[in-house]
């Protein structure tokens, strides 16, 4: 092995005191005379592998050049180029020239995008497939980094940030960031292909399998979790949400908010619901959602529900009476509501066959609230209480099934037979 001062000259520090001219014309001279000593101590710097990665890392950094590195250069095509002449070579085309004639090659490694590469638990054999556009020693090095800020910080008791929960943060601060081997799988030059070899080797190596890797989600930025992952966030959630010391603070904590008048505010969006286009798409959605069948199945189960509970009815009445007794504004509006209500029931239904028919005929309440001048189920019920009491009809449910197996003309001369007698 060559002495480490033969490489003195090549002082980082002086490349970072010089000029940019200065530094490239620098480089170039260096490789011009210093070819064949560079080509000697080519084991040395394959050895030595990381200062020169970082030396190469400060040129690209110095020069603010494309940061695209090759990855420990473990790319075949690079061995024939010692790391150190194609690091330096990189920073200017005229360099790139003096050392290396095949330029298709070189434009094929200035064009890279990223790397896909694999961390292996040498302990449990599990893996973890990852991309990145910065060197894959740099990738790592960030994980490794943030395992062992999750290690101090949980031995120091401080707050964890988001992105030390990372499960293989915690995998690698779990077996130690000793117990894993790095190796570059590929490179890409684009970020799609980027993205498709990314996925295809988390399914080749089933890292999404909780049993053999750490990937919680397809690869590439559109990548979605895995069955089992969802399972599990699934119950996490719903056990969490059960406990009832949850359920309190969370309780607690949006009372708190709706009592500040900047949330009250923020939550009514009330600049939006000026738009007539914004009321107009959010009234066609909520018909919509209205006249879906399992939305009508789902509101009524879930009221009939509710009303069940023990004590409902009392409360909503109590609540109810005191709104009423003590909000001014609250009274004036029901009873409007209540004399609209009331006005709507005194409608008459001048033909009563032909309003009989469309009830036995029809599929739901809101086809003939719809015929009629009625402005709710409420009213429809009250009509046909007033025309069909006489059977002990009192709403449209009833009368559906009284009218279904009966003969209308039957039906009407008992009515008038009815009225007759009365």
Same mark, same amino acid.
């Not at 798409?281 to 789902?298: C, R, T, V, Y």
């Given at each position: 092995m060559k002495d480490e001062n033969s490489f003195k000259y090549f002082d980082v520090l002086n490349l970072w005191n010089s000029r940019k001219n200065k530094v490239v014309s620098k480089i170039r001279r260096f490789i011009i005379d210093?070819? /064949?000593?560079?080509? /000697?101590n080519y084991t040395y710097i394959l050895e030595n592998e990381k200062f020169f990665i970082i030396l190469i890392r400060d040129i690209f950094m110095f020069l603010k050049n494309k940061t695209v590195l090759l990855n420990r250069?473990?790319?075949?095509?690079?061995? $024939?180029?010692? @790391?150190?002449?194609? =690091?330096?070579?990189?920073?200017?085309?005229?360099?790139?020239?003096?050392?290396?004639?095949?330029? $298709?090659?070189?434009?094929?490694?200035n064009n890279l995008y990223g790397f896909i590469y694999i961390g292996i638990n040498t302990v449990k054999g599990k893996v973890y497939i990852g991309q990145t556009f910065r060197?894959?020693?740099?990738?790592?090095?960030?994980?490794?980094? *943030?395992?062992?800020?999750?290690? &101090? #910080?949980? &031995?120091? =008791?401080?707050?964890?940030?988001?992105?030390?929960? &990372?499960?293989?943060?915690?995998?690698? !601060?779990?077996? =130690?960031?000793?117990?894993w081997n790095l190796k570059l799988l590929d490179i890409a030059y684009r970020k799609v292909e980027l993205d498709d070899k990314e996925d295809n080797y988390i399914l080749d190596y089933e890292s999404m399998n909780p049993k053999k890797g750490y990937n919680l989600k397809r690869g590439g930025s559109r990548g979605k979790l895995s069955p089992e992952v969802l399972k599990k966030m699934s119950k996490s959630i719903t056990k969490v949400m +059960?406990? @009832? /010391?949850?359920?309190?603070?969370?309780?607690?904590?949006?009372?708190?908010?709706? +009592?500040?008048?900047?949330?009250?505010?923020?939550?009514?969006?009330?600049?939006?619901? +000026?738009? @007539?286009?914004?009321?107009?798409?959010?009234? *066609?959605?909520?018909? #919509?959602? !209205? #006249?879906? @069948? $399992?939305?009508?199945? !789902? &509101?009524?189960?879930a009221s009939k529900s509710v009303w069940k509970r023990t004590g409902q009815k009392e409360k909503i009445s109590i609540t109810k009476k005191e709104a009423y007794m003590n909000d001014s504004e609250y009274r004036k509006m029901l009873d409007k509501m209540l004399e609209k209500a009331h006005k709507a029931r005194r409608i008459e239904i001048q033909d009563v066959r032909q309003f009989l028919i469309d009830v036995k005929n029809s599929n739901r309440w809101v086809e003939v609230v719809r015929k009629y001048p009625f402005k709710s189920r409420d009213t429809l019920n009250a009509r046909l209480k007033e025309i069909l009491e006489p059977f002990g009809i009192r709403n449209y449910t009833m009368a559906k099934k009284y009218l279904k197996c009966r003969d209308m003309e039957d039906i009407l001369k008992k009515l008038r037979d009815f009225r007759s007698r009365g």
């Open positions: 210093n070819k /064949e000593i560079i080509l /000697e250069l473990n790319i075949d095509q690079l061995k $024939e180029i010692p @790391p150190m002449i194609y =690091g330096i070579a990189k920073v200017s085309f005229s360099a790139q020239r003096v050392i290396c004639n095949d330029t $298709e090659f070189l434009e094929k490694i060197t894959i020693d740099i990738e790592w090095g960030s994980l490794l980094t *943030d395992a062992r800020n999750l290690i &101090r #910080k949980k &031995r120091s =008791g401080e707050k964890l940030h988001r992105n030390l929960k &990372r499960y293989i943060i915690r995998a690698i !601060a779990k077996y =130690g960031v000793e117990e +059960q406990n @009832p /010391e949850t359920q309190k603070k969370m309780s607690t904590s949006i009372t708190v908010l709706w +009592q500040t008048s900047e949330y009250r505010k923020k939550q009514s969006r009330c600049g939006i619901w +000026q738009t @007539p286009e914004y009321r107009k798409n959010q009234s *066609d959605i909520m018909k #919509k959602i !209205a #006249k879906s @069948p $399992e939305n009508i199945i !789902a &509101r009524s189960k």
